[in-house]
């Protein structure tokens, strides 16, 4: 930790005596433009204000990233990333603590926009990064702090996101590239103006690997398409895309499989199929000097489906073995041979499935017997919505004056449907599903313990949002911007399966609303430094997968079941942030820091690795650190530095599951118990240092290398939220979370001429072994990978046995090469 820290000192130090010194008259690049930003205020316009990030495509061209999440984890300051689903197409992406993922079961803190479109879906409010179009991208915008007016979930920051169209790129262009594990990218875009004010722009990208993992193949199809019309007062531009996506991601490993083989799966599969379309209508007129109007308006589409194949962590402790009579003859009558008459055991059948069989069969315990469960869900969206901004610029009391006045209205529908089949584990770590009355998990098992896995939930969002911004300048080197944003949010929940509320039902109306503020000030006295401070407070309402399953006593298989349960209130974040940034010897610098508390925040409480778990309002947390960057260009040379401490702790007392920590409250090691989280305890996951720097070095006119190095110190693991696991080596293994980790990254870019680049992409250049995230749970093998239902004998305490806890790991991807050649014309 100390040596991440020392590093991302001892870089700015080697910057600032190195570049040369700062001439009398500085470029017009390095001015800081500083206006408030809303989602659908463009970063052309110079809507930014420090310390937010901004980046071209052709800086995420340079950097040869697979799509916007790969830049992001190498280029972007203060954001990590935690590979769950460990899918170069579906990362956690985090800043500052705060999270946008594609998984369901994550609490999302960051909203992301695409020409001002909130593009978190719905339910739950995840963000698909496979349906967005890298080769659309024109710019990004990374905007931190809890600003009101990006509205829901922009509890730690907002993303927004620009596409090109063909005032900004025209012309014609192809690429492809082939590379490690069989990856394959190609992308083409084509733009350009015609007669009457018309401009056009189509682009398209590809991709598809092998994976490095076992059984991990992935592919991708994006569209986009946008047509414009443009005089000098208006603009109307209509865009559309479209996203056919198959996705597998196998999750995550235990330490011991993981260290025999390091492309093994814990189970299989694990498969996300997507599938949308986007419109989306943006205009504006100028109508004077002083007034403009612009607005959007969008509707979408998305379907959804999972297929994953998961261990029963209900039959760990069972006896899974050796079917007795009446499950005999019911194998016999459905004409299955081969079931042994007796002797079938733990010690000789590492892979059981008789059992399993006949429970189905006769509908009496197959939530106890079957070693695995094939969980399938579908999950249709739309989404339609209008977003209308007024902005008014005149001087108000003799200081120049911006105000801007919005409204948005967005409606959406989810239907959300699941089954679980009972099946076995077989020696691939495939699941083989089971027929019969009592293959699936619908509750009716003659068992004591059977649960009902099943979904069949509509739930409908309505928001409507009311917001502003001033922008006052009392003097040429001060600027003051004043926001505010009132959120009213409904949410309709109805359940197919048991309508009507009461027990068991999902059916429930839930309404939201809050104002939320925010003040920031700029003071730039000289060109050559500058301070800015900033309080600002959001909230988000939870999700309808949230409100569905927050009940402690039945936790929900994730995306796999929900429960009707009590309701959850929104979150209340308030960041508080403020830094000084000049330009010294031809470095560009900023050294900030930053506080943001949460009140009622959600978190998703794990129960096991298969997914089981609840959401819960926790009493506060805060995430507070330390921004420290710098970027400098001397002779051939470009370098960049970002160093984030990042302190993400909880605030108040709260007692969560902690079955496979150490130091639960259970009757034994091995067995079930809480864990009590006090004030200070670190949240998992979340590291605390963050460094990344990079150099672009030119060197010939046609010829460039372009190194980049991402650090990351350790993480706890979730389950270990106290952070006193300790692992014995008998019934807990593993630390309880991660280790820091420093990965190096070498491109190269040759120009043969002035059409034709080639290039090149080594990740991970020294083949680094790491993890980005970590999970506690109980385990379902041993060291040679054999299925062990009751690793331990005894004791037996109220009919349960002890489990062997372990430690699970986000694997880190191995070393790979990329080379491709890209044609402009």
Request: with cysteine; net charge negative; charged share 20%.
């Amino acid at each position: 930790m100390i040596t991440t820290a020392m590093f991302g000192s001892a870089a700015l130090v080697a910057l600032l005596g190195t570049v040369p010194a700062e001439p009398d008259d500085l470029p017009a690049t390095t001015e800081i433009v500083v206006i408030g930003q809303t989602p659908l205020s463009d970063v052309g316009e110079g809507a930014l204000r420090y310390p937010a990030q901004t980046a071209s495509d052709e800086e995420i061209e340079a950097a040869h990233a697979v799509d916007v999440t790969d830049y992001l984890r190498r280029m972007g300051g203060g954001v990590f990333v935690n590979d769950v689903q460990n899918n170069p197409l579906q990362p956690d992406i985090n800043y500052r603590g705060f999270t946008a993922s594609p998984l369901l079961g994550t609490p999302q803190g960051l909203s992301v926009y695409v020409d001002g479109v909130r593009v978190n879906q719905p339910f739950g409010d995840v963000v698909s990064w496979d349906l967005i179009p890298k080769s659309a991208i024109r710019s990004l915008s990374l905007v931190p702090g809890s600003n009101p007016l990006f509205g829901r979930n922009a509890l730690g920051g907002a993303l927004s996101i620009r596409t090109k169209d063909g005032l900004s790129d025209p012309g014609f262009e192809v690429e492809g590239s082939y590379g490690t594990y069989r990856r394959r990218t190609a992308e083409a875009q084509a733009g350009g103006k015609i007669a009457g004010g018309f401009d056009w722009f189509l682009s398209g990208d590809y991709f598809a690997e092998r994976g490095w993992r076992d059984t991990s193949p992935s592919r991708a199809y994006q569209l986009f398409g946008k047509g414009g019309w443009s005089d000098h007062a208006s603009r109307l531009a209509l865009s559309a895309s479209f996203a056919d996506t198959d996705l597998n991601g196998n999750g995550l490993q235990e330490l011991r499989l993981l260290e025999r083989d390091r492309s093994s799966v814990y189970t299989k599969p694990d498969t996300t199929k997507n599938r949308a379309i986007l419109a989306n209508l943006t205009g504006d007129h100028t109508f004077s000097r002083q007034l403009r109007l612009s607005g959007n308006l969008f509707y979408r589409k998305i379907r959804t489906r999972t297929f994953n194949g998961d261990i029963n962590d209900d039959a760990l402790g069972q006896d899974v073995y050796q079917p007795d009579a009446a499950e005999r003859a019911a194998l016999a009558a459905a004409g299955i041979t081969g079931v042994p008459l007796a002797g079938e055991t733990q010690d000789n059948t590492p892979f059981p499935r008789f059992r399993c069989i006949a429970a189905a069969l006769l509908n009496s315990e197959p939530n106890e017997t079957c070693t695995g469960l094939l969980n399938r869900s579908v999950t249709d969206q739309q989404e339609r919505g209008a977003t209308l901004e007024l902005t008014w610029t005149a001087p108000l009391a003799r200081m120049d004056n911006r105000l801007t006045i919005g409204t948005s209205y967005v409606r959406s529908t989810a239907d959300f449907g699941q089954t679980s089949q009972f099946g076995y584990l077989t020696p691939d770590r495939g699941i083989v599903a089971v027929d019969g009355d009592g293959a699936f998990a619908d509750g009716t098992q003659q068992s004591d313990d059977a649960f009902d896995a099943r979904a069949d939930l509509t739930g409908r969002t309505t928001g409507f949002s009311v917001y502003g911004v001033d922008t006052l300048k009392p003097t040429d080197t001060v600027q003051i911007d004043l926001s505010a944003r009132f959120d009213h949010t409904l949410i309709r929940n109805r359940d197919r399966i048991t309508p009507g509320g009461g027990t068991g039902s999902l059916d429930g109306d839930h309404r939201f609303q809050a104002f939320n503020p925010a003040l920031s000030i700029a003071w730039d006295p000289d060109r050559r430094i500058g301070v800015d401070a900033a309080i600002a407070r959001t909230s988000r309402a939870p999700s309808a997968i949230e409100l569905g399953c927050s009940d402690p006593e039945s936790p929900c298989r994730l995306p796999n079941a929900l429960a009707g349960d009590p309701p959850l209130d929104q979150v209340i974040a308030t960041t508080v942030e403020g830094g000084v940034h000049g330009i010294l010897r031809g470095l560009t610098w900023r050294i900030g820091a930053f506080r943001t508390n949460s009140r009622r925040d959600i978190l998703f409480v794990a129960d096991d690795t298969a997914g089981f778990g609840y959401f819960r309002n926790f009493g506060g947390t805060r995430r507070q650190g330390i921004d420290i960057d710098g970027r400098a260009t001397f002779g051939p040379f470009a370098l960049s530095t970002h160093y984030t401490f990042l302190d993400a702790t909880y605030r108040s007392a709260e007692t969560v599951n902690g079955a496979a920590n150490s130091a639960n409250d259970g009757p034994a090691p091995g067995f079930e118990g809480v864990i009590d989280i006090v004030r200070g305890d670190r949240i998992p996951l979340i590291p605390r240092h963050i460094f990344k720097a990079a150099v672009d070095w030119k060197l010939l006119p046609a010829l460039s290398l372009n190194f980049d190095m991402v650090a990351i110190s350790g993480a706890l693991a979730r389950g270990n939220e106290n952070g006193a696991h300790q692992p014995d080596g008998v019934y807990y293994l593993g630390d309880g979370g991660t280790r820091g980790y420093a990965v190096f990254n070498l491109g190269t870019d040759y120009h043969p001429t002035r059409t034709l680049t080639l290039f090149a992409q080594v990740n991970n250049l020294f083949d680094r072994r790491y993890a980005t995230a970590a999970q506690l749970g109980a385990t379902a093998f041993d060291a040679r990978g054999n299925f062990v239902a009751r690793p331990f004998s005894g004791p037996v305490i109220d009919g349960e046995r002890p489990l062997l806890g372990s430690t699970f790991y986000a694997p880190g991807a191995p070393r790979t090469l990329q080379v491709g050649a890209k044609l402009r014309f």
